[in-house]
């Protein structure tokens, strides 16, 4: 059984409560083959293991599949068939100047690779939100993309 788990705040995150749901999870399915990925948006420190030990041996040793997406640089997904990747792009690393093309792509790989009008709604909303552009990148995605600017609003 594989997992993810999308933490925003690192600060936020509490390796106790997944290894908990581990478990649960683990025990309501009846396997051991649980395989957690918690893939993380913005910088911070986040634990790794959880590691606890008696005096004799160490009873409790969990780890999980650690994914810093804003580590990962942008330019790498550029032509991804993966629409994941593709729309993830906003949440991952690349140079403040590169913020407004960094969302034309990824609306650019929503309309590549979403067939579907109402997906294509749904992951446009989730692209504005990790974009998360200003009134003045707004206007300068407009004065770029002048053509994928004006299906977007007659779209949306």
Do not use: W
């Amino acid at each position: 059984m594989f997992v993810f788990e999308q933490e925003t705040e690192p600060r936020r995150f509490s390796i106790h409560r997944l290894a908990q749901h581990c478990l649960d999870l683990a025990e309501l399915f009846a396997t051991e083959r649980v395989v957690l990925v918690v893939i993380v948006l913005h910088p911070g420190r986040f634990p790794e293991r959880l590691t606890r030990r008696g005096d004799i041996h160490r009873y409790l040793d969990f780890r999980y599949l650690a994914c810093a997406l804003f580590r990962t640089e942008a330019s790498q997904y550029l032509e991804s068939r993966n629409i994941v990747a593709r729309l993830s792009r906003p949440n991952m690393a690349y140079a403040p100047s590169q913020r407004v093309d960094v969302y034309a792509q990824a609306v650019r790989g929503r309309l590549k690779l979403e067939p579907s009008p109402e997906r294509r709604i749904e992951y446009l909303d989730f692209i504005d939100i990790y974009a998360d552009l200003d009134d003045n990148d707004r206007v300068i995605y407009q004065q770029r993309y002048p053509a994928e600017a004006a299906i977007i609003s007659l779209r949306k």
